[in-house]
């Protein structure tokens, strides 16, 4: 007779794998690397005075306190200065926002409080200096292409905490070393992609959790920007993928289930189910054997429900080659050939 994967009812031999949402690559650029040029900006002497106002509590708050090593000094060095503000520039909302959300760094540096000032780097600053003349402590800074970052800064470079607004929308709010997202933080994008975890290099790098619009879902491990390691992959289907992962790919060993409950256990590489594996069916039919691109193929064991089985050589999804037919009703084992799923002898 000729028993096939086909009319035994066997015939998911080839199961729809579905790979992971790749990471978005552009998903950060720090800082210092958003090059931009500065258009010409107005004088206005109005607006430094409410600037003056916003700051006066802050201002007398320090001095009360001049004598302490971790105190901020905040000082104009020319108090007739006007203000270059626009309202499409660095507004005094923009520096109620900074001060009410990024307390004194009080790292012992006494700093000058200072209005909005073109630096020599072509970029809008208004923020606390160090004596040495360096960006540090909190500060606003904004660059001609509108990108805006709300934080603190150590000798002219963001570190500790801050918040960078792409001029797309996209934001990143969380940890800094030296103008670049490291630490844990979290990334929104305008399109409504979201990642939430942990950076290194201003790439993400640890453990993290990724969503996308769709509703798919990462949660596992990051290196150098893609998924690598353990994670759990979760489609919006309901299908779902728990194990390795390799350079955002699945690869290695993990477990696969289907929103159907199909469900396979065994090694992968890129996204196919490739060496051993076991297959199980939610009507009970399950194989144990070799894989290749999603295929059956090599040595491996069918099991139907009635206690039928297959033991022997596949070939592209198909018993191809010698193997042995077990029958329950007669306990027996019976050897045939076979070629393209079907028994010749």
């Given amino acids: 007779m000729g028993c096939t994967c086909e009319n035994s009812k066997a015939e998911d031999c080839m199961e729809i794998i579905k790979q992971p949402q790749e990471i978005n690559t552009e998903i950060l650029t720090s800082s210092i690397k958003i090059q931009s040029h500065i258009r010409g900006y107005l004088l206005r002497k109005k607006l430094y005075e409410q600037y003056i106002e916003l700051m006066g509590n802050e201002r007398q708050s320090s001095a009360n306190d001049e004598n302490n090593n971790n105190v901020l000094l905040y000082e104009s060095e020319n108090e007739n200065l006007e203000s270059p503000f626009l309202e499409d520039d660095i507004t005094n909302q923009d520096m109620s926002y900074l001060f009410s959300n ?24 208004s923020g606390e ?10 500060g606003v800074q904004l660059w001609s292409d509108g990108s805006k970052y709300y934080g603190y800064w150590i000798k002219n470079k963001v570190n500790k905490k801050g918040k960078l607004i792409h001029r797309e929308g996209d934001v990143y709010e969380g940890e800094w070393v030296d103008d670049k997202a490291e630490g844990f933080g979290i990334y929104t994008s305008l399109n409504g992609t979201k990642y939430e975890g942990y950076w290194l290099g201003d790439k993400q790098d640890g453990k993290g959790r990724e969503e996308w619009p769709d509703g798919n879902i990462y949660i596992g491990e990051y290196k150098k920007g893609t998924k690598e390691g353990k994670g759990k992959f979760i489609w919006n289907d309901g299908a779902i993928y728990e194990g390795d992962f390799i350079n955002n790919n699945i690869e290695g060993k993990g477990v696969y289930i289907w929103p159907d409950k199909r469900e396979y256990t065994g090694e992968w590489k890129k996204n196919k189910m490739n060496g051993y594996g076991e297959f199980k069916w939610p009507d009970g039919r399950i194989y144990k054997g070799n894989y290749k691109d999603d295929q059956k193929d090599g040595y491996g064991i069918f099991i139907w429900p009635d206690g039928t089985k297959y033991r022997g050589n596949w070939k592209n999804g198909k018993q191809n080659g010698e193997g042995e037919l077990y029958s329950p009703q007669n306990n027996e084992w019976t050897k045939h050939k076979w070629e393209n799923g079907i028994s010749v002898s």
């Fill in 129 to 138: 200096w160090d004596s040495e003349g360096n960006k540090h402590g909190r």
């Fill in 102 to 125: 990024y307390p004194p760094l009080n790292d012992g540096v006494k700093v000058i409080l200072k209005p909005v000032e073109l630096t020599e780097t072509g970029v809008l600053y």
